[in-house]
């Protein structure tokens, strides 16, 4: 077994480089440094996006959410998909329709919940991917999707 002292001999010019560069001055200071400013100039595709072009294309409200980033759809027939974000599905995901929380009416979870609003109706849809929140409902690990109706977008 070595002797402390020889371990310490061993480290002692990388413990001498350490304080020397703790200790050297700052090269610039700080009011010399100036950041520039980074302006990122773009188009919103806007028929990719808009809610009324995703009504148009299927009668599953679901399919609205394909374009979302983490999102993804579990096909479950015509009517309405499951939504699957980052992986979590079914009970790991809250839902509310219009401020009501909805969960499947079915003890096989085989219809999802957005399947009780008809993707012509739909307003907004709101994702949110990570930890629910208590003061939204909590509950839910994965993910929380708001759906407001047409008519209630517009009267708020």
Known sequence: MKNTNDILLKFKPLATLLVSLAMAPVSAPAAEVQSEEIVVKGTVNATQGSIESKRL???????MLEDTAGVNVQSAGGVSGLPVINGLADDRLLIAVDNMLVCSACGNHMNPPLSYMPSSSVGNIYVNS?????????????????????????CC
């Open 130 to 154: 990570c930890v629910v929140p208590v003061s939204k409902g909590g509950d839910s690990i994965g993910g929380m999707i708001h759906v407001e109706s047409a008519t209630a977008a517009l």
């Open 57 to 63: 294309k299927s009668s599953d409200t679901t399919t």
